[in-house]
């Protein structure tokens, strides 16, 4: 009889313990159960057609030309990165060297997990508003920080800023900020942001601003924290051309930033994807430079699509928090009897078929959130329309 061998590894389980406490995201599970059920999937926010054409034709000719489809260059193509310069001004009035200043990215969670990796060591505290996309916590826990959440609560989602105040502590090292906010669809206003960018200068906070949903703010208008005064030199800018140009497969995001700060990033960066999006970094870059009335008819069908999915949701009996910007509408299960969102949302599919995601997921105060649902209005209308008349069911 072959003698017993020890466990691979020891007992020491294969995981980092640092990750131990995230599986499988949501995301995941909840498109497989959308595919497994053949439900209407509302949960991912990803859009259901592509973006421009002109767009992707771009993307094709740079492949055809040879541009990308070796290793481009480790800080982005220089069309793109004076592309995204040229954005920042346009809009913002923010001007920034394209050389020493911007930087490409795969996508914003490439960015946002090699600007906490860069900039965060072990011990150092974070304050992050709270429900927050799954990523953020992987990377404070990877990067060995501790997150400090600023809870925003229903129904008005603001921050707590006299809290955020108090929150701050010797060990806090940043600022990591989403606005337009994911899920909650809560857009700064000028006034909060002022608030927040005192404190960060008051107590020399570095702050990271993940700000991808900025064409997609439905009421007034976006403001970049580092147009603020202080905060030019102690922040890190994050977009990326997914969410603007529903092209979110090609993994193309920046950070805008002071050189020392882009520097420390890229060392980051470097050791992730080093290089990645090639050909499609060119097409983005053209797409930078299309017109307002793109950017506004995209922003003026996602408004529609927003109002056609809260309308059938308020119908259906849930309490709707309208959004201010982003893909998608939070919405409370309790008028409709239901004490958990995850459970009910694990149970929609087949019910109704329409899959949703649980914004529980999205805290450390599960309670907080423990009622309360996120959906995505970044389909096609007559998919949208079919999602309402099936939860009419409920």
């Known amino acids: 009889m072959?003698?017993?061998?020890?466990?691979?590894?020891?007992?020491?389980?294969?995981?980092?313990?640092?990750?131990?406490?995230?599986?499988?995201?949501?995301?995941?599970e909840m498109s497989a159960l959308a595919a497994r059920t053949g439900s209407i999937n509302l949960g991912q926010g990803f859009p259901d057609t592509d973006g421009p054409a002109e767009i992707a034709e771009a993307a094709v000719r740079a492949i055809r030309d040879g541009r990308g489809n070796q290793y481009p260059p480790g800080p982005g193509v220089p069309e793109l990165r004076q592309a995204v310069a040229a954005h920042q001004q346009r809009f913002y009035g923010l001007a920034y060297d394209p050389d020493t200043e911007v930087l490409v990215t795969a996508g914003a969670t490439?960015?946002?997990?090699?600007?906490?990796?860069?900039?965060?060591?072990?011990?150092?505290?974070?304050?992050?508003?709270?429900?927050f996309y799954d990523s953020y916590a992987a990377c404070i826990a990877m990067a060995?920080?501790?997150?400090?959440?600023?809870?925003?609560?229903?129904?008005?989602?603001?921050?707590?800023?006299?809290?955020?105040?108090?929150?701050?502590?010797?060990?806090?090292?940043?600022?990591?900020?989403n606005t337009p906010h994911n899920p909650t669809g809560t857009v700064l206003t000028r006034e909060e942001l002022a608030a927040i960018a005192e404190l960060a200068v008051e107590r020399d906070l570095l702050v990271v601003t993940d700000e991808v949903y900025e064409h997609l703010v439905f009421e007034g208008g976006h403001t970049p924290l580092a147009s603020l005064p202080?905060?030019?030199?102690?922040?890190?800018?994050?977009?990326?051309?997914?969410?603007?140009?529903?092209?979110?497969?090609?993994?193309?995001?920046?950070?805008?930033?002071?050189?020392?700060?882009?520097?420390?990033?890229?060392?980051?960066?470097?050791?992730?994807?080093?290089?990645?999006?090639?050909?499609?970094?060119?097409?983005?870059?053209?797409?930078?430079?299309?017109?307002?009335?793109?950017?506004?008819?995209?922003?003026?069908?996602l408004a529609a699509k927003?109002?056609?999915?809260?309308?059938?949701?308020?119908?259906?009996?849930?309490?709707?928090?309208?959004?201010?910007?982003?893909?998608?509408?939070?919405t409370d299960v309790?008028?409709?009897?239901?004490?958990?969102?995850?459970?009910?949302?694990?149970?929609?599919?087949?019910?109704?078929?329409?899959?949703?995601?649980?914004?529980?997921?999205?805290?450390?105060?599960?309670?907080?959130?423990?009622?309360?649902?996120?959906?995505?209005?970044?389909?096609?209308?007559?998919v949208l329309r079919e999602a309402v008349d099936r939860l009419r069911a409920l």
């Open 334 to 382: 309790s008028p409709l009897g239901e004490k958990d969102g995850l459970a009910f949302c694990r149970a929609l599919p087949e019910r109704c078929g329409v899959v949703a995601i649980p914004n529980q997921v999205f805290y450390d105060d599960r309670e907080a959130g423990a009622t309360q649902v996120r959906w995505a209005f970044c389909k096609k209308t007559e």
């Open 110 to 131: 490439e960015a946002i997990a090699a600007a906490l990796l860069a900039l965060l060591e072990p011990g150092d505290e974070v304050i992050a508003l709270e429900p």
């Open 230 to 301: 202080g905060m030019r030199e102690r922040t890190v800018t994050i977009s990326s051309a997914g969410k603007t140009f529903s092209f979110t497969g090609w993994k193309v995001g920046w950070i805008t930033a002071p050189p020392a700060l882009v520097s420390a990033v890229r060392s980051a960066k470097q050791f992730l994807t080093y290089v990645s999006s090639g050909p499609f970094q060119y097409a983005v870059a053209e797409a930078l430079s299309l017109p307002d009335t793109y950017y506004e008819a995209f922003r003026a069908d």
């Open 306 to 330: 927003r109002d056609l999915l809260a309308e059938g949701l308020d119908a259906a009996g849930f309490r709707v928090f309208r959004p201010q910007g982003t893909y998608f509408i939070t």
């Open 144 to 177: 060995g920080a501790v997150r400090v959440p600023l809870t925003l609560r229903a129904p008005h989602f603001r921050p707590d800023l006299d809290a955020l105040r108090d929150a701050v502590t010797p060990r806090t090292r940043l600022l990591l900020l």
């Open 2 to 28: 072959a003698p017993m061998s020890a466990p691979v590894g020891g007992d020491r389980p294969f995981l980092n313990r640092r990750l131990a406490s995230f599986g499988t995201t949501i995301f995941a």
